[in-house]
Each structure stands twice: as structure tokens, then as C-alpha cells.
């Protein structure tokens, strides 16, 4: 026979309900008990019936004590909420510098850029200028850098490229004479006579 879901609503039946009550509540005082034993916990239960009649488990065999215990642990995370609530409010502080911050380097960036400057007053398109002249000399200074930097090693690349031209050419200066001592030896040995161009 299968067992009918039941549905979690008030029994309106008395006989019932007093029924269903004593079942589950000695159910719920059981399985208090077993978590005790099989998992070494402080288990504490208190059941009042509708009549009001009082139910209790206690795994410490002093109910007292466990409610101590308890309250002991609320006020513990009662007092680290004002700890929280006051990290979660420097965080808002710290966001809202933040977006103030970002702001104001936007309108910055929108005003270097030539952007918005109808609202600008004298010392502020001053200021803005001033600072549009600080950037260029520090970018001439920074591109002068880079060219001087290109520049010598354009000059060791030259350098390196006349010490291997030099070589080439002597290595080349070399082969020729070699060959024409080859040819005058041929020639000298076939007996027709020494060249005119002879390397010295």
C-alpha cells in the first residue's frame, strides 16, 4: 500500500492532530537524541503542545546550561555585527572617493582633449594649458630619447657593416691574386711567356 503524501497544512481533526503530534514530536526527540550519541553534538530541544504542555531533550542533562551556551554565542555575533556594518560602510566611503575620483579624471581627460571647455574660466583653460605644455616637453624629451637611442644603433650597425666590408674586400683581394698566380703558373708552365698584369 502506498503511503499518501501529506500536505503541510493545520489538522483540523483533534483526535488527529493529538495523534500526529505525539508521533512526530517522539520522532523529533529520537533523532535529537541520535544526532547526540552518533556525532558528539550539544543537542537541545524544547516542544510546547498546543495546550502548552512543555517537552524537553537535553544531551548535557542541563538545560540551563545549553540555553547559556546559546545566548552566549547570539551575543557574540550580535557585538561582530557593528564590526561589519562598519567595514561595509568604509567600503561605500571608499567607493563613493573612488567614483568622485574617476570623475574628476574624466572631466581632466575630456578638457586635455579639448572637450567641454565652454564652462572653463581663464585659470582653469591656464591650468589646462600648462599642463598641455608639461606633456608635450616631456614627450619631445621622451621622442628625443628614442631618437638617440635609434641613432646609435644605427651607427654600431654601420660600423659593424664597414668592419665585414673591409674583411670581404680582402678576403676577395686575396682570391684574386691567388688566381692570377694560378693562371701565371699555367701559363709559364705551357711556356707562352710571362703575363703583363702580375700581382706584386
Do not use: W
Not at 540555553?67 to 557593528?82: A, F, G, L, M, W
Not at 594649458?129 to 624629451?141: F, K, V, W
Amino acid at each position: 500500500m502506498v503511503r499518501g503524501k501529506i500536505q503541510m497544512k493545520r489538522i483540523e481533526n483533534a483526535t488527529s492532530r493529538q495523534v500526529t503530534f505525539t508521533k512526530r514530536r517522539n520522532g523529533l526527540l529520537k533523532k535529537a537524541y541520535e544526532l547526540y550519541v552518533l556525532c558528539d553534538a550539544e543537542v537541545a530541544v524544547i516542544i510546547f503542545s498546543h495546550k502548552g504542555i512543555l517537552y524537553e531533550f537535553s544531551s548535557s542533562n542541563n538545560m540551563q546550561k545549553t540555553i547559556e551556551r546559546y545566548h552566549n554565542c547570539i551575543k557574540e555575533v550580535q557585538t561582530d555585527v557593528p564590526d561589519m556594518e562598519l567595514y561595509v560602510q568604509q567600503l561605500r566611503l571608499e567607493a563613493e572617493s573612488m567614483a568622485k575620483k574617476i570623475e574628476y579624471l574624466e572631466v581632466s581627460r575630456k578638457k586635455l582633449l579639448g572637450q567641454n571647455l565652454g564652462s572653463c574660466s581663464i585659470e582653469e583653460l591656464k591650468e589646462v594649458e600648462s599642463q598641455l605644455e608639461r606633456s608635450l616637453r616631456s614627450i619631445r624629451a621622451r621622442k628625443g630619447h628614442l631618437f638617440q637611442e635609434q641613432i646609435e644603433k644605427l651607427k654600431d650597425k654601420e660600423r659593424f657593416m664597414r668592419e665585414e666590408n673591409a674583411k670581404l674586400s680582402a678576403k676577395n683581394e686575396a682570391l684574386t691574386c691567388s688566381r692570377q698566380n694560378s693562371e701565371v703558373e699555367t701559363e709559364l708552365f705551357l711556356g707562352l711567356g710571362l703575363p703583363e698584369n702580375r700581382c706584386s
